[in-house]
Each structure stands twice: as structure tokens, then as C-alpha cells.
């Protein structure tokens, strides 16, 4: 099973950028897709973005289109999600996850099996 760990977050105002990268660790190699989620206090855990296998499909919910990018190196297996033009509303702790039964992407939470332990993200105004 893969095993992931988040990193890059931080304290960021409004209109800057943060790169969040995803570093997973496993037993065995197995192709996955990968997703990144956030949840902002008081709200339910939304989908942000994810990436197959290959890196060739990556998807976003519309609030982030234009602003983040999601990016993956698999030799480094390591997953990214560059955020930029931050918002207020972006406030959230970021989530990695991984569905390690398929390599395509997926914007439901439940198609994911493996989750990383999050990173807040905090953008000021």
C-alpha cells in the first residue's frame, strides 16, 4: 500500500503561490492515480485536482482552473500541486491521495484508498 506525505504549505497572502508536493513511499511498485483534496473549516472535503498514472490526464474542479497545476515525477515518486493567484477562499488543509487500483483519475473521494496526513494552506487577505 502507498504511504504518503505532504509538504509545502504554509502562510501565503492573497494573489502569491505555494507549490505543495505529495512524496509517497511503498513496498511494492504499483502504477496510481493521484488527487489532491482540501477542506476548509466547517466545510466538507472538496476535490481540487488529480493526475493519471502517466501524468497524459490531469482534472480540476472549476474554482482552481487556471491557477493551480498538478504534476507528477514518477522516478522522484513525487506529485505536486503548484498553486498560484491564491485566494482567501483557497484557505484549506490539502490532502494527497492515491487510488492504488488504478492508474486514471477520479474526482470522488471514494474511488481513493491511501491518504496522506495534509498540509494547511493559509492565504491571507
Known amino acids: 500500500q502507498v504511504q504518503l506525505v505532504e509538504s509545502g504549505g504554509g502562510l501565503v497572502q492573497a494573489g502569491g503561490s505555494l507549490r505543495l508536493s505529495c512524496a509517497a513511499s511503498?513496498?511494492?511498485?504499483?502504477?496510481?492515480?493521484v488527487g489532491w483534496f482540501r477542506q476548509a473549516p466547517g466545510k466538507e472535503r472538496e476535490f481540487a485536482a488529480a493526475i493519471s498514472w502517466s501524468g497524459s490526464n490531469t482534472i480540476y474542479t472549476d474554482s482552481v482552473k487556471g491557477r493551480f497545476t498538478i504534476s507528477r515525477d514518477n522516478a522522484k515518486k513525487t506529485v505536486y500541486l503548484q498553486l498560484t493567484s491564491l485566494k482567501p477562499e483557497d484557505t484549506a488543509v490539502y490532502y494527497c491521495?492515491?487510488?492504488?487500483?488504478?492508474?486514471?483519475?477520479?474526482?470522488?473521494?471514494?474511488?481513493?484508498?491511501?491518504w496522506g496526513q495534509g498540509t494547511q494552506v493559509t492565504v491571507s487577505s
Open positions: 491521495a492515491a487510488r492504488s487500483s488504478a492508474t486514471y483519475t477520479s474526482r470522488a473521494a471514494r474511488d481513493y484508498d491511501c
Open positions: 511503498e513496498r511494492t511498485f504499483t502504477p496510481y492515480a
